[in-house]
């Protein structure tokens, strides 16, 4: 990674106020947790992701979506937040007035510590009713290891507590409305900082992908921390080609070192 753009990141953002970070599927690849474009294996292996992730996929069969979900979900359960994780909770020690706006539905930037992170696609821990969204939960899990769930098995769902109903995935799928108040908070969010980071993310999903776009308009400067090119190239300020396990802990140590000057 080219050491002048790095320092130049540091500077920015240990002389920062208002950080925030906003992160894709890309934060956990090092945690073991498939990222969002990679190739889907098994009984899904003939869909795309972005096919799967849909009502109309449940709708049609939602034994083969729900095991697809259940088995991301015991992915994550035996997942570990990595040092990119780690990192982004530094920052928020650092910059008290730090975000963290994440496009993923899994829990390790939690486990890592970082408080009310903005959930904008949900969270595969939040299970709901197709009917009236009555929060659902999952059987009690054994103490101990998370059972490996085998690849490709389809899971018919739960049926709601309350009225029945069919349970789905707590996610925001293709076609459907980002929350109403986490997407306020996060263009607020953007709209108001002095820089954003944007982590792991292809920025092809919308309007999520919209959330750098606006910290840059408004003037923040905006570091992006991927190992490939992504459209969010020409919005940032800087890009910094690499993992985030590996750039995010030395960003983090430089950022608050240069500006302690020591
Ligand atoms: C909506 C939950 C309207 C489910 C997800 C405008 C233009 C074009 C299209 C649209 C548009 N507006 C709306 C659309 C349609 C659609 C959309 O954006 N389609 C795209 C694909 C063309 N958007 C929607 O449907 C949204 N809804 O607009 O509704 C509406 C309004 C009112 C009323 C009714 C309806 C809903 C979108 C949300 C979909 N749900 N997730 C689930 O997870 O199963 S999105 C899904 O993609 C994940 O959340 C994921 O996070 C997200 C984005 O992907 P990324 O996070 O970027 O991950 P990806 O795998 O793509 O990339 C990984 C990146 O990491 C790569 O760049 C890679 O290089 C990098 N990387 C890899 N390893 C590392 C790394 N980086 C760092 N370190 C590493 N180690």
Do not use: K
Not at 36 to 62: I, K, M, N, S, V
Not at 103 to 116: F, I, P, S, Y
Not at 165 to 172: D, E, I, Q
Not at 193 to 207: A, I, Q, R
């Amino acid at each position: 990674m080219d050491s002048v753009l790095s320092h130049r990141a540091a500077q920015i953002l240990g002389d920062a106020h208002r950080v925030v970070v906003f992160t894709g599927a890309g934060i956990s690849a090092e945690s073991g947790v498939p990222t969002f474009r990679d190739d889907l294996t098994g009984l899904w292996a003939r869909f795309d992701a972005e096919q799967l992730a849909t009502p109309e996929a449940f709708h049609a069969d939602p034994d083969l979506v729900w095991g697809w979900y259940e088995w991301r979900r015991a992915r994550v359960r035996r997942a570990e937040p990595n040092p990119g994780h780690l990192a982004i909770t530094t920052i928020a020690t650092q910059a008290p007035d730090s975000t963290v706006i994440t496009q993923n539905v899994d829990d390790l930037h939690e486990r890592a510590g970082t408080q009310a992170a903005i959930h904008l696609h949900g969270s595969l821990f939040a299970p709901r009713c197709v009917a009236a969204a009555h929060p659902a939960t999952f059987p009690n899990p054994p103490d101990g290891e998370v059972a490996e769930l085998p690849e490709g098995r389809r899971i018919p769902p739960p049926r709601c507590a309350s009225c029945a109903a069919l349970v789905r995935p707590g996610v925001v799928w293709f076609g459907e409305a980002l929350p109403e108040a986490a997407l306020t908070a996060a263009v607020q969010a953007a709209a108001d900082c002095d820089v954003l980071l944007t982590v792991g993310t292809s920025g092809v999903v919308h309007p999520a992908a919209e959330i750098p776009r606006i910290a840059a308009r408004a003037g923040a400067a905006v570091i992006q921390v991927n190992p490939e090119p992504t459209p969010l190239d020409p919005v940032a300020t800087i890009n910094l080609r690499g993992t985030a396990a590996q750039v995010l802990p030395a960003l983090v140590t430089a950022a608050w070192e240069t500006t302690d000057g020591n």
